[in-house]
């Protein structure tokens, strides 16, 4: 997974900065958390993604890092920069 994940980020970061639609963005935090959901939850986690920006206006990434953690069963008490 982590080689999987850090050539997806390695590949978008090089797409974005080269393409000029993404003038704000200087690159991937440098960790990554992976949660699945079942297939019916598509359409939920797609609106999520639209909505990203707007949501972070009302839950802090670490809160809903803490959040998603508590959802999962795993140790709230980890931080995203710490990983699990």
Do not use: C
Request: hydrophobic share 30%.
């Amino acid at each position: 997974m982590a080689d999987y994940i850090k050539s997806i980020k390695v590949a978008t970061s090089l797409w974005m900065k080269q393409s000029n639609d993404f003038p704000l963005f200087r690159g991937w935090s440098e960790g990554y958390a992976a949660f699945t959901y079942s297939y019916k939850e598509k359409s939920n986690i797609i609106s999520y993604i639209k909505n990203q920006k707007e949501h972070h206006l009302k839950e802090n990434t670490e809160n809903e890092w803490r959040r998603f953690l508590k959802e999962h069963g795993l140790d709230t008490n980890s931080t995203p920069e710490a990983g699990l």
